[in-house]
């Protein structure tokens, strides 16, 4: 987890390719337009703009080049949806517009409490594939206690969630999971997945020597696209394959279907891989 001084302030950019679909001072709900009846949620995480509203994160990936639809969801209090009616408002709002357009909705990506929005919706929404990178994976008073979480912590509501956890656990979906191994506070959140036997499958990668900052690295080192299009269009074989490749990277998932790999656990094994 960042230190509120660490959040980017950026520019705005002119993005005039987006309808707003929703907006009140708790939530902004926009959509991309695309070619096919496909719509994929993406979780807009914390960070401050100059100008405008936030970042459409994940845009060209997410949407296959433009393919799919996107729906993004904004949560405007920065409280991990924990004030007092947002999460309502998310689920009335998003509901209605896929049931009034008909779109196959049946993937969300988030990056930081992005990820953690696009987990803790996946039952909700019915979700196939989630992808996650750097999640909060509880935002309890215990696990946000630290100095990493001064500014953000006073946002949190009373309607906290018990873990986002409990989605993995409830939800018959394929989550992937992505964090680096240099951040104290994502490592204490990562340590929550020991021993959770996921009703569909756990994916995680680990990539060594990052931070909270793994989405841009990834980026950077054009890693980031094979790995969002697996998780969120592809196989279990297209994931593992994907997430193998990384390199200097540990890969370890769990699946209900495989009775040697039910729970997850990250002890050495068949399911932890070194690149």
Excluded at 93 to 115: I, M, R, W
Excluded at 154 to 181: E, M, Q, W
């Amino acid at each position: 987890m960042f230190n509120i001084k660490a959040l980017i302030k950026r520019p705005p950019r002119p993005q005039d390719d987006y309808t707003v679909i929703h907006r009140s001072d708790r939530v902004l709900v926009r959509m991309c337009k695309g070619h096919s009846n496909k719509i994929v949620l993406c979780f807009n995480g914390l960070f401050l703009e100059e100008d405008g509203p936030p970042r459409l994160e994940f845009k060209k990936l997410a949407s296959e080049n433009r393919l799919h639809n996107l729906l993004y969801v904004t949560d405007l209090t920065h409280s991990y949806y924990s004030q007092p009616g947002v999460r309502d408002e998310v689920v009335r709002e998003v509901s209605q517009f896929l049931e009034q357009t008909g779109f196959e909705c049946d993937s969300a990506v988030g990056n930081s409490s992005g990820g953690y929005g696009a987990m803790s919706f996946a039952g909700v929404f019915g979700l196939s594939n989630v992808v996650a990178f750097v999640p909060a994976l509880s935002v309890s008073p215990e696990m946000v206690a630290g100095p990493e979480w001064d500014g953000f912590r006073d946002h949190l509501g009373p309607d906290i969630l018990p873990s986002a956890l409990n989605a993995v656990t409830d939800t018959k979906a394929r989550f992937c999971l992505i964090y680096g191994n240099k951040d104290a506070d994502d490592n204490k959140q990562r340590s929550l997945l020991q021993g959770i036997a996921p009703a569909g499958s756990l994916h995680m990668l680990e990539v060594d020597g990052l931070d909270h900052t793994v989405a841009p690295h990834l980026k950077r080192n054009k890693l980031l696209g094979p790995i969002v299009s697996a998780g969120l269009f592809g196989s279990d074989e297209d994931v593992a394959a994907t997430f193998k490749s990384i390199p200097e990277s540990v890969y370890l998932f769990a699946d209900a279907n495989d009775p040697a790999n039910a729970t997850f656990s990250f002890k050495e094994g068949e399911t932890h891989v070194k690149v």
